[in-house]
């Protein structure tokens, strides 16, 4: 299964921006996916989750209230709708599918190559 990010790229504090993740199977539907972020000299964190449906998602706490994860799987796209991003919103997003939708990066199998964000304080 192979994930390409787009949709990154510089957005103003207050502005919004979405993330696209285009999975390469048939079999999308069956697993759940969800999006991590890592800023420099930082460890990968978690952002969001959803299940296989669509009809489960969970978000960090830093990011509540303010993105929203949904999927297509007509065509086989998970989204990460940003809005009133802030500069500690700034990382390289990375989408990540699994079966089993968790806040662990450990269990998601498949990664993508990562989308800059960057919002200039």
């Known amino acids: 299964v192979q994930l390409v990010e787009s949709g990154g790229g510089l957005a103003q504090a207050g502005a919004s921006l979405t993330l696209s993740c285009a999975a390469s199977t048939q079999t999308f539907s069956s697993y759940d996916m969800g999006w991590f972020r890592q800023a420099p000299g930082t460890e990968r964190e978690f952002v969001a989750t959803?299940?296989?449906?669509?009809?489960?998602?969970f978000y960090a706490d830093s990011v509540k209230g303010r993105f929203t994860i949904y999927r297509d799987n007509r065509r086989d796209t998970v989204y990460l709708k940003m809005d009133n991003l802030k500069p500690e919103d700034t990382a390289v997003y990375y989408c990540?599918?699994?079966?089993?939708?968790?806040?662990?990066?450990?269990?998601?199998?498949?990664w993508g190559q990562g989308t800059q964000v960057t919002v200039p304080s």
């Open positions: 990540a599918g699994g079966v089993g939708s968790t806040t662990a990066s450990r269990d998601y199998d498949y």
């Open positions: 959803i299940n296989w449906s669509g009809g489960r998602t």
